[in-house]
C-alpha cells in the first residue's frame, strides 16, 4: 500500500506522461550525486525485440557468473520488474525505501513519472557497481531519460520500425525520422545492428551511424547466422563460427535477438564469455508475454486441451513477425485483440489479413488510453475478418466455437498481455 501511494505521487510530479528532455533528469541525478556515471553498462534500443535481446544476455551472462542489474519498461505484472539488481527483481519494502529516498532528495521539482523511476534505477545501482548493468530504452534514444550515460560498454540496435509515430513533428512521421531519434545520440564505443526487417531501413541506419566512430558491428557483415536441421543453427562472426542449440524462445525470428547478444558479449573482450557458456545460457532464456504459451491457470481451464498464447506485440513490426510464425501453424487461430489508441491498428491488423478463423476485439482492463473494443472492430472491418467484439477476454474465449488443435493468441499490447497474466 506506501509502494502504491509513492508511485501514485511520482506520477503527479509532472501534467505530462512524456515530454522529451534530458533536463530535469540531469538535474535529480546531479542530486544524486551522478550514480550512471560510475556504470559498467550495455544499452538496448529499438523498436522491437529490446527485452528479448537483455534476457538473451542475461542468461548468457548468468552461465558465465556474471551479475547484472537490468532496466526494463514498461513492466507486465509489476513495476518491480523493472528494476533488477544482483539478478534478483526488487522486493516490495526495497523499492519503497529507493523510491522514497530519490523523492526526497528530488524536492518536489517537476520530472515525469518515467524520469524519476530511472533515476532511481540509476541511484539503486550504487550498491552492485560491480555488475554489468543492462540497460533498455524507452520511447526513443535521443531524449530519453537513458540517454544520460557519458560511457558504455557497447550498444545494441534492435530491428526499428514504425511505433509512437505521434511523438515525432508532423513532418517527420515515417521510418527516417525513428531511425533518426533512435540511433543518431549513441555513445562512441562499440555498436552491434540486428538483423533488420528490410534492407532499406539496414542501409537507413548504417548512414545515420556513419558521423559515430564506435566499433560497428553489422548483422551480415561482421556476424551472420544459419537454420541447421535437428533443432541446431550455425552463428558465424570474426572470432569463428559456434554449432548452438536453438533457444528456447518461439518463433525464428528471435533468433536476430540471440544472435545480436552473442556478438555483443564476444566483442566486449573483457567479459570472457566462453562458448560452453552460450551454449547452456540461450536454452535458458526467461522470457514474459513474448509468444508465451499459457498452459495452466483461468484462462487455460477455459480452452482445456487447446494451445493459449499470449504476446505483447502492438506495433506493424511485431505483428510482422507473429504473422509469419502463425503461418507455419497447420490450424485454425483464433485472436484475441486489444490495443492502445495511439498505435496503428490497421497497419497492425492488416498483417493476419487471410490468417484468423476468428477475430474479437476486447478493451483492456485499467487502461484509459485504450481504444474502445467497438471502435476498433469498426477500423478493421474492412479486412474480411470474422469479427466479435466482447468486453472481457474471458467472454471472448467462453465465445469461440473452438475445434481440435485451434489456437487462441491474444495480442495487441504489452499492457493487454499483463492483465491477462495477472487474470490468469
Not at 90 to 116: C, K
Not at 197 to 210: A, M, Q, V, Y
Not at 393 to 416: H, R
Amino acid at each position: 500500500m506506501r509502494l502504491q501511494k509513492i508511485i501514485e505521487r511520482l506520477q503527479k510530479l509532472h501534467p505530462k506522461e512524456i515530454d522529451l528532455s534530458l533536463d530535469r533528469i540531469k538535474n535529480l541525478c546531479n542530486k544524486l550525486d551522478n550514480p550512471q556515471n560510475n556504470l559498467k553498462c550495455i544499452q538496448i534500443v529499438g523498436t522491437n525485440g529490446k527485452y528479448s535481446t537483455i534476457q538473451a544476455l542475461r542468461a548468457i551472462l548468468k552461465e558465465a557468473r556474471i551479475n547484472c542489474n537490468i532496466y526494463t519498461s514498461p513492466h507486465v505484472q509489476r513495476i518491480n520488474e523493472r528494476f533488477v539488481y544482483n539478478d534478483k527483481e526488487i522486493s516490495d519494502e526495497e523499492l519503497t525505501n529507493l523510491l522514497s529516498e530519490v523523492e526526497e532528495i528530488n524536492e518536489g521539482d517537476p520530472i515525469t513519472y518515467f524520469e524519476i523511476l530511472t533515476a532511481a534505477f540509476f541511484y539503486g545501482c550504487k550498491k552492485y557497481l560491480n555488475n554489468l548493468t543492462l540497460c533498455e530504452f524507452g520511447l526513443f534514444a535521443r531524449f530519453d531519460a537513458v540517454n544520460i550515460l557519458k560511457k558504455n560498454l557497447a550498444t545494441i540496435v534492435t530491428t526499428i520500425g514504425l511505433d509512437h509515430l505521434d511523438w515525432l513533428p508532423e513532418n517527420n512521421r515515417n521510418i527516417d525520422g525513428v531511425i533518426f531519434e533512435k540511433t543518431s545520440s549513441l555513445l562512441n564505443s562499440k555498436i552491434i545492428v540486428s538483423k533488420q526487417n528490410d534492407k532499406e531501413t539496414f542501409k537507413k541506419i548504417k548512414k545515420s551511424l556513419d558521423a559515430n566512430n564506435s566499433k560497428k558491428v553489422f548483422f551480415n557483415d561482421l556476424f551472420s547466422y544459419t537454420l541447421s536441421e535437428n533443432n541446431f543453427f550455425y552463428y558465424e562472426d570474426q572470432y569463428g563460427g559456434l554449432k548452438l542449440p536453438m533457444p528456447n524462445l518461439k518463433g525464428e525470428f528471435q533468433l536476430s535477438n540471440v544472435t545480436a547478444a552473442i556478438a555483443t558479449i564476444r566483442n566486449i573482450e573483457e567479459l570472457k564469455i566462453s562458448e560452453e557458456n552460450i551454449k547452456k545460457g540461450i536454452t535458458k532464456i526467461h522470457s514474459i508475454a513474448r509468444l508465451q504459451e499459457i498452459k495452466t491457470g483461468k484462462l487455460k481451464n477455459l480452452v482445456k486441451n487447446n494451445k493459449l498464447f499470449v504476446d505483447g506485440s502492438h506495433n506493424p513490426l511485431g505483428a510482422k513477425v507473429l504473422s509469419n510464425y502463425l503461418t507455419n501453424l497447420n490450424c485454425n487461430i483464433h485472436m484475441v485483440l486489444g490495443m492502445m489508441n495511439n498505435k496503428l491498428h490497421k497497419e497492425y491488423v492488416s498483417l493476419f489479413k487471410g490468417k484468423l478463423t476468428s477475430l474479437t476485439t476486447i478493451d483492456i482492463p485499467n487502461q484509459k488510453n485504450s481504444i474502445n473494443r467497438d471502435e476498433l472492430k469498426n477500423k478493421i472491418s474492412n479486412y474480411g475478418f470474422n469479427l466479435c467484439s466482447k468486453k472481457t477476454c474471458m467472454e471472448a474465449i467462453t465465445s469461440l466455437k473452438l475445434k481440435k488443435n485451434d489456437i487462441i493468441v491474444i495480442t495487441g499490447s504489452l499492457y493487454l498481455a499483463g492483465e491477462i497474466l495477472k487474470l490468469n
